[in-house]
Each structure stands twice: as C-alpha cells, then as structure tokens.
T-cell receptor, first 113, second 115 residues
Framework: QQQVKQSPQSLIVQKGGISIINCAYE??????FPWYQQFPGKGPALLIA?????SEKKEGRFTISFNKSAKQFSLHIMDSQPGDSATYFC????????????FGTGTRLQVTL | GAVVSQHPSRVICKSGTSVKIECRSL??????MFWYRQFPKQSLMLMAT?????????EQGVEKDKFLINHASLTLSTLTVTSAHPEDSSFYIC???????????FGQGTRLTVV
C-alpha cells in the first residue's frame, strides 16, 4: 500500500521535446505529491508539488497532471533542454507530523541536442 | 526555497573508524529531519526520522547502534556512522521539514567511502 510506482526507468528526449514521467500510487491517504530533480552527486531538489484538490499545476516548463480516481500523477517537461538531464523522482506522503515521503524508483532523463 | 546544508560533501575514512555527517537548516527551524541512504542508480532509502529533542525512529533493518542520529537543536542533526566498514560506503542525504509544513528540503548529500 505504501508503494509509488514510477515509469519509465529511463527516457531520452530531443531538445525541445516533451518529457513525460508517470507515477501511480495505492495509498489513498496520500495527499501531497512532490517531484524532485537530482543531478549526479547532489541531493534531490524540490521541483514542483501538487495536492489532490487540483488536477493540474504548472510552474514554468514543468506541469504536474493529477488523476485522483486513477491514483496517478505525471510530470510533463515542456521544451526539454539538455540542462534538464537528471534523475527525477516522484514521491507521495500524507500530511501530518509523522509523515514520511514514499519515493518512486526514479527516471533518468537524457535530453539530446 | 529553504536551504539545508550538509557537511562534508565527501569523506573517506578507514575501516573501523567513525565518521560524523552534519545537516543544518539555515533559514528555518527543522522540527523533523530525515536521513536517507542512496545506492548508485537507485532511489532514496529512508534510514531514520528524528524530531528535535527526541530519539530517532529507525526504519526496519537499520542498525541504530551503527547509525547514531542526534537532533539536539532545531537547526542541526548529525548522523554518525560508527565502526565503518566498506559496505557502509554510500551516498547519505538528509532532509528537513518545518513544523506545520509538508515540504521537505534536502541537503547536498555526503559521499562516504570506507577504505
């Protein structure tokens, strides 16, 4: 029930294209869904997050789409750039003082020229 | 965004020695801190959760006597790897969260190599 399944494991996108990473969860108590970007040798950085009361959230080139009934959410990176090449992790948690993040398995994105 | 500083970024230690990793929240009070371990090309594995002034809660399978966590103040948590062995070599990452907030912010990570 605590799993967050993430796909694909790796992704190659041409510069200017759209990168799409998908996640699915099982625990209906989850109510906060962040995405993290991690470069090699660095800690993850919060990219964008969504709560289930909205179906979409956009920040610059990054958009989260959320489907509560399907228990799925996805990250869209528009106009992908070589600098976006990194590993992306989706995560989920339930708000509360003891809440822990449950991470997806990660997606290695490579944006080619 | 909030800043979490982790130090050192890299450390090499001899087998059998102990090494301490510090995690500081620079511009907010970290009532809760989390320590993760990450193997190459894998996701983050939560090791323990600590609340300021309380004993850390360790995840199943994590040796609390080997990975000592101290969260003595609202801005500082430390992870001490005791009697380190080569299999403890890994990337250790902390994150911190303020009370009443859901967002957790991560440190830069520490690459530990035990030789």
């Amino acid at each position: 029930q605590q799993q967050v399944k993430q796909s694909p494991q790796s992704l190659i996108v041409q510069k200017g294209g759209i990168s799409i990473i998908n996640c699915a969860y099982e625990n209906t108590a989850f109510d906060y869904f962040p995405w993290y970007q991690q470069f090699p040798g660095k800690g993850p950085a919060l990219l964008i997050a969504i709560r289930p009361d909205v179906s979409e959230k956009k920040e610059g080139r990054f958009t989260i789409s959320f489907n509560k009934s399907a228990k799925q959410f996805s990250l869209h990176i528009m106009d992908s750039q070589p600098g976006d090449s990194a590993t992306y992790f989706c995560a989920a948690t339930s708000t509360g003082t003891a809440s822990k993040l449950t991470f997806g398995t990660g997606t290695r994105l490579q944006v080619t020229l | 965004g909030a800043v979490v500083s982790q130090h050192p970024s890299r450390v090499i230690c001899k087998s059998g020695t102990s090494v301490k990793i510090e995690c500081r929240s620079l511009d907010f009070q970290a009532t809760t801190m989390f320590w993760y371990r990450q193997f190459p090309k894998q996701s983050l594995m939560l090791m323990a959760t600590s609340n300021e002034g309380s004993k850390a809660t360790y995840e199943q399978g994590v040796e609390k006597d080997k990975f000592l966590i101290n969260h003595a103040s609202l801005t500082l948590s430390t992870l001490t790897v005791t009697s380190a062995h080569p299999e403890d070599s890994s990337f250790y990452i902390c994150s911190a969260r303020d009370q009443g907030h859901t967002e957790a912010f991560f440190g830069q990570g520490t690459r530990l190599t035990v030789v």
